[in-house]
Every structure is written in structure tokens, then in C-alpha cells.
């Protein structure tokens, strides 16, 4: 039976700021199936896991890496690198990484390859011109195009960005695109679900994974549907 997978967006936020090792951590011990996290590149061409383009009101493309290890979240956590991300998800979870700004594509997929297969990290990205860089250079793994909102055509989005997989938020999911995209042999990922009601309309579509900020709900009701034995 495929099991739809339980993502957590931005490790298991409820008592840690999100990207963070911590929140990380609390998510593996849930456990869920994967991790959304997302990357950006430092002035010095460096890569770090942070959502917003600016910390502090500082761009993250001017700051050095120095820089941002000196910033502590809520006055105790520490912004993490790509590389400690890796390290700690690697045989752990499935990880991933929405790509916000990144120039050196080459090197950021050279640090991920030294320490993940290619089934064991997803890429994500609302820029249709970096998936479709991704899949010049990273042809073997998976690529996911973002969409925040309803989209006549997904599928040619996601073909014209040479994407196997969708990421769509979750009000602008039915089950007449789901099966728009399942026609083109595609795959769906769901986002944004606000609440547990909205979570399990999306778990009656054939979708692929739902990526939500309650993953220790979601695991409870996939065990409802499938059995624990199955998780």
C-alpha cells in the first residue's frame, strides 16, 4: 500500500524556532518521514538553513558566514549550516531542501552529494529557473516546482521546469488536479494546511506527502488509516 509521508516544515516547530538543529531533532524523534528546510548563500559563498531573506534586517547575501554565527535565535539557538543539516538528517530522514537564494548551485550540490544518496534529499523551489538548472546538474534527484497559488496549467509549470514533482498549497488542491497530475505521471506534495481538518481532506486525495507544522498530529492520524505497524 503507498503510504503518504509526513513532513515537517521547518523541523517540529512547537518549542523550538524553525530551522533550527533542535527543531530538527524534535522532529526525528517523532518520528516523521521527512524535513522541509530552507537554504540560502552567505557574501563568503557559504550556505545557510534560514527562511526569510534577511536576519536582523540584514540581507543574508551580504552577511558572512562569521556574521550569522554570532546571531542567536530567541537569545539561545543557533542558525545551522547546510552542512551540520545534512549531517544530522543523513540515514535519519528524508530531507527537503526549498532552495530561496542560491547562486553557486554547483557547490551547494557538491556539500549535499558528499553527505546524502539521491533518494534521501528532495529539492523545492518557487524559481523555475533554478529547478531547471537542478536538472541539468542533478539529473538523479528528485526536483519539486512551488506553487503558492491556484495554477490553471500545473502540469505544464512543472514540465516547462523539467520537475517530477508538484508542491501546492493546500486551498488550491482538488482532486481534479490531483488527477491532472497523476495523468502525467507526476507527483504532489501539499502544503500550507492550517489545521487538522484541513490536513485530512488533503490525506483523502492521492497525494504523495503532506508538509505541515503539526507532524506529531499527522503521524497520529496516519496511524488511524494505516496502522502503526505500517509507519
Not at 17 to 32: C, G, H, K, Q, S
Not at 97 to 109: A, G
Not at 219 to 227: A, K, N, P, T
Amino acid at each position: 500500500m503507498k503510504r503518504i509521508l509526513n513532513i515537517a516544515h521547518r523541523g517540529f516547530t512547537r518549542h523550538f524556532p524553525d530551522n533550527t538543529l533542535e527543531a530538527f531533532e524534535a522532529a526525528i524523534r517523532i518520528p516523521v518521514d521527512g524535513i522541509e528546510c530552507d537554504v540560502h548563500e552567505t557574501a563568503d559563498s557559504r550556505f545557510v538553513i534560514f527562511h526569510d531573506n534577511a536576519i536582523d534586517g540584514r540581507d543574508i547575501g551580504q552577511m558572512t558566514l562569521r556574521d550569522i554565527g554570532r546571531v542567536k535565535l530567541q537569545e539561545k539557538y543557533r542558525i545551522p549550516t547546510l552542512e551540520q543539516t545534512l549531517e544530522l538528517c543523513r540515514g535519519k530522514t528524508l530531507l527537503n531542501i526549498e532552495i530561496k537564494r542560491v547562486s553557486s548551485l554547483d557547490r551547494f550540490l557538491e556539500l549535499v552529494r558528499e553527505r546524502l544518496q539521491p533518494d534521501e534529499v528532495v529539492f523545492s523551489s518557487f524559481n523555475r529557473d533554478i529547478v531547471i538548472e537542478l536538472a541539468r546538474l542533478a539529473p538523479d534527484i528528485q526536483r519539486g516546482i512551488l506553487s503558492a497559488f491556484e495554477i490553471k496549467d500545473v502540469v505544464g509549470m512543472a514540465k516547462s521546469a523539467s520537475s517530477g514533482m508538484v508542491v501546492a498549497r493546500f486551498p488550491s488542491v482538488s482532486n481534479e488536479l490531483v488527477r491532472q497530475v497523476r495523468d502525467a505521471h507526476l507527483m504532489i506534495f501539499v502544503w500550507g494546511c492550517v489545521n487538522m481538518t484541513e490536513v485530512r481532506n488533503a490525506l483523502t486525495m492521492d497525494i504523495d506527502g503532506v508538509i505541515t507544522d503539526f507532524p506529531d498530529e499527522v503521524r497520529e492520524e496516519l496511524i488511524r488509516i494505516y496502522g502503526s505497524e505500517n509507519l
